[in-house]
């Protein structure tokens, strides 16, 4: 992300300063569309569970590589074992001479020795792969944070990933019955209550409380002959962004392109089957494993669904108001005989894709309320 893109965030208010009900909710509106607006301008991301330590800097000279660990970053792989648990590495202590960095530009060049306080800045991130990236941070003090908030997070989604792929496989048995016979995870506690199925169907998605309305990994092609790729999708403030995983060794994944939702439509079940040839479907369904652990027994029709949609440029709109705003959004209103292009989806599992459709009419409603007057205008021009 370049830094004319970083959309920092607000200042904050100075203290004693009145806050009303409209001023929190103008803000956490103002934290979603910024958030949005970051992934929109991002160029990739780096999946924290390709993250295998967190230390710091000890040498002048960035190590160009470390031993490999697990295989390395490969999407195809078995990485259950692997995203167990994170390392930690010895605990980095706090010296005296931390506490001595009061930060910045200034402190270095009043430095004696400036190779050691650059050193004590900077910590690195040692990915799975075996390669190592420097990060130098505005003081000793700050670098110690950085590596702690990195470390519990990149423990967080280390567990959290198999915990999700376990309560995912729990409702699909409830329903479908067990694919193979049941093995333990390590890392991973037995679970003796009731999946519950209001932890799947998040009301975020609804409410549109977070910057990420809905995210995973989907298999998808933009035409009928052409070949699946698998991807990285982002859903978010009426965009879908997609990210290209490719079977390399690179922890980067870069941003392929976005998708604006304003007049698409999604379908799934027969009626996108039958849409596709007939050599690319299956009637009977398959058993499929994957590197989470996830495992399903779904039909083609269990899993595909296909979103129409046309080429417009990725803004945001703004919230509608009684008065019948968001006539500031441009996006251009086309024939209704103009050309759509298709998006064509297949996601792991039936329960993801329903999840999935549901997502997209959700947000693709919600983009519709808030473009009202486009609405009005789209209906005028078009003689409906």
């Known amino acids: 992300m370049s830094p004319t893109h970083s959309y920092p965030p607000s200042p904050p208010e100075p203290p004693g300063s009145l806050r009303t009900e409209t001023g929190e909710e103008s803000r956490l509106t103002g934290e979603l569309r910024r958030g949005a607006h970051q992934m929109l301008t991002c160029d990739g991301y780096i999946d924290m569970r390709s993250i295998r330590a967190i230390r710091r800097a000890k040498h002048d000279v960035v190590p160009v590589a470390v031993t490999p660990i697990g295989g390395g970053n490969i999407p195809g792989t078995n990485d259950s074992k692997r995203h167990v648990e994170f390392d930690i590495v010895d605990d980095e202590n706090q010296t005296p001479s931390d506490a001595e960095d009061v930060g910045g530009v200034a402190a270095m060049n009043s430095a004696i020795d400036k190779t050691k306080l650059r050193l004590k800045r900077s910590f690195e991130l040692v990915l799975r792969n075996g390669h190592a990236v420097r990060f130098e941070a505005h003081s000793a003090i700050v670098a110690l944070e950085w590596i702690a908030k990195l470390r519990a997070l990149c423990g967080y989604w280390s567990r959290r990933h198999l915990v999700d792929a376990e309560e995912e496989m729990r409702l699909i048995e409830t329903v479908r019955g067990v694919v193979t016979p049941k093995h333990k995870h390590e890392g991973v506690d037995d679970i003796t209550d009731p999946p519950r199925i209001g932890d799947f169907w998040n009301w975020c998605i609804l409410e549109g409380c977070r910057p990420i309305i809905k995210a995973g990994r989907l298999y998808q092609k933009k035409g009928l002959h052409k070949h699946y790729k698998h991807v990285l999708v982002i859903l978010t403030h009426g965009h879908l962004i997609r990210f290209h995983l490719k079977s390399t060794k690179s922890a980067h994944h870069h941003r392929s392109r976005s998708i604006n939702l304003i007049d698409s439509y999604t379908y799934s079940g027969q009626l996108a089957v039958a849409t596709l040839p007939k050599e690319d479907t299956s009637p009977e369904p398959t058993a499929r494993r994957y590197q989470d652990g996830l495992e399903a027994n779904d039909t083609d029709e269990d899993v595909t669904f296909i979103i ?22 441009s996006a251009k209103i086309r024939p209704l005989s103009g050309k759509h292009k298709m998006l064509i989806c297949k996601a792991r599992s039936k329960l993801e894709r329903d999840l999935w459709c549901y997502a997209l009419n959700a947000e693709i409603e919600r983009l519709a309320r808030a473009t009202a007057a486009r609405e009005r205008r789209l209906r005028d021009t078009q003689g409906i």
């Open 308 to 329: 129409w949609y046309r080429s417009h440029s990725s803004q945001i709109s703004q919230p509608s108001t009684p008065e019948g705003s968001g006539a500031e959004y």
